[in-house]
Every structure is written in structure tokens, then in C-alpha cells.
């Protein structure tokens, strides 16, 4: 059998679908059935196995990294399994509110403002986890660059001096 299963990001209070591929398992058996199942997910996210579907909707409590196990059985009692990462982003893990950060504009055409009264440390990385940008930042206002960034989703990450973690997702026009 052969394998394909890529990571997943899921954005608090947004409903989170995905559909494993059709050919994420393949068998050489000609005509086998497979049974699909899943395992070391977060009790928010569920799994239909008639249709290889994940669907849920996290929380900010919610916030975190999973590593979800999907394994693929055919009629001999064959199988093989592979894990993929489920990264939840939000509006903060620690309970941090607007009035200690602010991030804009959402969507933007490549360059975001954060705005708060701490230092921090900022981690930015597209949806397939590359970092685009990994910095301590000390100013109060600090624009980012990303107009040489693709259009899509990006994953700011955010440690504020106090403790607080802020991940927000940024989208790219």
C-alpha cells in the first residue's frame, strides 16, 4: 500500500473539513476494499470512515498541535498507517484580547502592522509550516513585509514578553 497524507492547519471557531485524498492509500490488490480509522484526535474533531473525512470546529482552548494517526486496513488484515500534523491557530492560547494586540489588515495586500506595548518574539510560516520569518521585535508598531510572499494563508505565531501567546492567520490577496 502506498501512502500520501499531507498536514493541516485549522483556524479557531471555523468549521475545519478535510477529506483525505483518494489516493492517500493505495493497495495492488485489484478491487480490495480498505477500512480506514483514525486515531490520537483531539475530542473536538471527528472522523467519518465511509467517507475519510475529518470535521470538527475548534476552540481557542483548542489552540495546539496534533499529531493524528490514520491507518488503512484491506481484507487480508494488511495495513499500513501514516500520521499528519493538525496545527489549530487562533486568536490566542493564553487568553490574550485585542487590547493587548492588534494585527492588520486581514486579508492584506503583503504588509501587516502589529501593534502592541511588549516586545515579542514572531514566527511566521506558510500553511505547509516553511518560516518565512523568525524574529524578536522590540517597537510598538512593527510592519511586516510579505509582498514577495504568494497569495495564500500565512501563520503568525506570537510570544509576548508577558506569556501570552497570540497565532493568528493573515491571508495574502
Known sequence: MNINTLDQTAETTYNF???????????????????????????????????????????????????????????????????????????SKAGATSNILDIYPNPTSGKVVISTDQSYELTITDVLGRKIIQKSVNSQNETIDLTDCSSGVYLFNIKLKDGNIVNESIIIE
Open 17 to 91: 473539513v478535510y477529506q483525505l485524498p483518494e489516493n492517500t492509500f493505495v493497495d495492488i490488490d485489484v478491487d480490495d476494499i480498505l477500512t480506514i480509522t483514525a486515531e490520537n484526535m483531539p475530542s473536538w474533531l471527528f472522523f467519518n470512515s465511509e467517507t475519510a473525512t475529518f470535521t470538527g470546529t475548534p476552540s481557542n482552548q483548542d489552540i495546539d498541535n496534533y499529531n493524528i494517526t490514520v491507518t488503512a486496513t484491506d481484507l487480508m488484515g494488511a495495513s499500513v498507517s501514516d500520521n499528519f500534523g493538525l496545527q489549530v491557530f487562533g486568536t
